[in-house]
């Protein structure tokens, strides 16, 4: 058997999630084996058993089991029990979430509100379920990022992460199982480092990687499967300066100057800038001493507008040709007050 254990994104706290919905107090109807699961290795399904028992003379139906988060569901979903019986209910936990200052810490607290409600929403039993959880390895990742990085500036290596990973002394070993397309990721200086590559052309934008890790206990036969999620960001090598170029409130049939810097975050020159499909009244060159794009408009429509120029830009020693979106915005006043 191999247990997965799936790490966000993003921090969690659980007493910052949905709340129990609110309910009108009854005299507890049941009662509960204890709810402290003790202390736990991670794990996004973690399963240990709960006995609940009518304390009444009457028939108790629970139909929903409610947590303080969305980390815990109960299996059966509901139960029925006669006066003074008992059933055993499996509580099923994911243990993977953490608070930010839990990053780099093997152990941590769980801690959740554990609420049985009847049909008309009334609790007929409520506690806390509480435990200890460990990590088998803490990963040095700020926000889980892998950066931001241009287009054109990717390490020649390939390489765009260090991540310094730190064992939990019940660990013999950990391997990179496997990773999701468009990056690589292998163990570095013997299990100290998890080395993140990107070797392929990542297109522009945001993107999520996944990296599974096999973590093999001492004494233990079955394996842990780990999956950590990363993010990056991808943007073009070339910035318009201002990025929106904002005319303000304009007057129809008059002209308005243009004027935009080119720079190339990498560095490389730039040998050509060609527009395609200018609209009617709008005229642009690129001046190559100055770097700047310049320009006119002329306003002939009685909206508000916000004109997109795709731009095609050529560096220096590179084939591909770069492109890049040229905004203008400008607020034209409505018919009545062109009159």
């Not at 960001?233 to 002209?255: A, W």
């Not at 002329?298 to 591909?320: A, F, M, R, Y």
Request: aromatic share 8%.
């Amino acid at each position: 058997m191999i247990v997965t254990i799936v790490l966000a994104a993003y921090f969690f706290s659980p007493t910052e999630s949905k709340k129990p919905t609110p309910v009108a107090e009854l005299p507890p109807a049941l009662s509960c084996s204890s709810l402290n699961f003790g202390t736990a290795m991670e794990s996004a399904d973690f399963v240990f058993p709960a006995k609940l028992t009518n304390i009444t003379s009457e028939t108790v139906t629970v139909s929903r089991f409610a947590t303080s988060c969305d980390c815990g569901r109960v299996e059966p979903k509901t139960v029925t029990l006669p006066p003074n019986t008992e059933i055993t209910v499996d509580i099923h936990l994911d243990l993977t979430r953490r608070k930010a200052e839990e990053r780099l810490s093997f152990d941590r607290s769980f801690e959740v509100p554990f609420v049985c409600q009847n049909a008309k929403g009334q609790a007929l039993f409520s506690s806390k379920i509480t435990g200890k959880i460990q990590s088998p390895l803490v990963l040095d990742c700020q926000d889980w990022s892998l950066g931001t990085f241009s287009e054109l500036a990717l390490p020649a290596t390939g390489k765009v992460k260090d991540i310094d990973v730190k064992t939990n002394p019940d660990v013999e070993s950990w391997k990179v199982k496997s990773a999701t397309k468009g990056i690589e990721a292998e163990s570095e200086g013997a299990g100290k480092t998890l080395a993140i590559f990107a070797p392929e052309k990542l297109p522009l934008g945001s993107h999520t990687h996944k990296v599974t890790i096999e973590t093999k206990l001492k004494g233990k036969s079955e394996p842990i499967l780990s999956e950590y999620t990363f993010k990056m960001e991808v943007t073009s090598d070339i910035k318009f300066s201002p990025i929106v170029t904002q005319l303000g409130f304009v007057e129809f049939g008059k002209t308005y100057p243009i004027e935009v810097r080119l720079v190339s975050l990498s560095g490389k020159n730039i040998k050509s800038v060609t527009f395609a499909r200018p609209p009617t009244g709008l005229e642009l060159a690129y001046q190559a001493e100055t770097k700047l794009i310049t320009g006119k408009l002329s306003i002939n429509q009685k909206s508000t507008q916000k004109l997109e120029i795709p731009v095609e830009i050529q560096l220096d020693g590179i084939e591909q040709k770069l492109t890049q979106t040229l905004t203008i915005q400008y607020f034209a006043p409505s018919s009545s007050e062109a009159k």
